[in-house]
C-alpha cells in the first residue's frame, strides 16, 4: 500500500519550472517509490544500479541521454556523477534553441552531500533539491502537512486533526520508525535492520 507523500505537489510544481528535479535521502525512505506514482506516462525510467545502464553512463554519457531520451528519471545518480556535465550541455542547447527545458530529469541519490559540490558546479540555478525523510505521523495518519506554529488555536487544531495514542502506542510507533516498508508492509523490524545492513 502507497502512503501519498507530503513532497508530491512541491516536486511537480518544482518540475515545471527546473530542467533538473533531485529528490536526495537514505536508503529506503521512498524516493523511487514516490517518483514512480507521481511520473508521466511518458516519463522512462532507468535505475544506475543496473551495471549495463552504469557503464554506459561511466564511459559514454551522450550515447546514455539518447539512449534513454527524456523526460526522464534516474535512479541512484550518485553512481555515475559524470553525467552532470552532459546533461547541462543538453538542457541548456534546449535552452539556446527556445524550447521548453522544464522538468527533463528527475534523479534520486542516497549520498546527498557527496553529491552537492558537482551538482552547485554544474548545474547551478538548473536544479531544484529536496531532502526526503521517512514518514511523518501526518502522511502515515493520511493528514494534510501543515507548517508547526506554537500559537494555542494552531496547537488545538493540530490535536483535534491527530489520531490520539496512549503511552503503549506512542512506544510502539517511536520503535517501529518511519520507513515506508515498516509501516504499509507491516514487514518485522528487525529483519527490516538486518536487511538493511547487509544490503
Not at 33 to 39: D, E, P, S, V, Y
Request: hydrophobic content about 40%; charged content about 25%; overall charge neutral.
Amino acid at each position: 500500500m502507497y502512503n501519498p507523500r507530503h513532497l508530491e505537489p512541491h516536486i511537480l510544481e518544482a518540475s515545471r519550472f527546473y530542467p533538473v528535479v533531485m529528490v536526495c535521502g537514505q536508503r529506503g525512505v521512498g524516493k523511487k517509490t514516490m517518483l514512480l506514482q507521481i511520473k508521466e506516462s511518458e516519463r522512462k525510467y532507468v535505475t544506475l544500479d543496473d551495471i549495463h545502464a552504469r557503464n554506459l553512463a561511466l564511459s559514454d554519457p551522450a550515447l546514455f541521454f539518447e539512449t534513454y531520451g527524456f523526460p526522464l528519471l534516474i535512479d541512484e545518480f550518485q553512481r555515475a556523477p559524470s553525467l552532470l556535465l552532459e546533461m547541462k550541455r543538453i538542457v541548456d542547447q534546449r535552452a539556446l534553441e527556445g524550447k521548453d527545458n522544464s522538468g527533463m530529469y528527475w534523479l534520486t541519490g542516497s549520498q546527498k552531500f557527496q553529491m552537492m559540490p558537482p551538482f552547485s558546479e554544474s548545474l547551478a540555478g538548473r536544479v531544484a533539491i529536496f531532502e526526503m525523510a521517512g514518514l511523518s505521523t501526518a502522511e502515515i495518519e493520511g493528514r494534510p502537512a501543515s507548517p508547526f506554529k506554537a500559537d494555542i488555536d494552531s496547537l488545538k487544531t493540530r490535536f483535534s486533526q491527530s489520531t490520539a495514542k496512549d503511552v503503549h502506542e506512542l512506544y510502539t510507533r517511536i520503535f517501529s520508525g518511519s520507513m515506508p516498508r515498516l509501516i504499509a508492509d507491516g514487514v518485522d523490524r528487525n529483519l527490516y535492520e538486518l536487511h538493511q545492513h547487509l544490503s
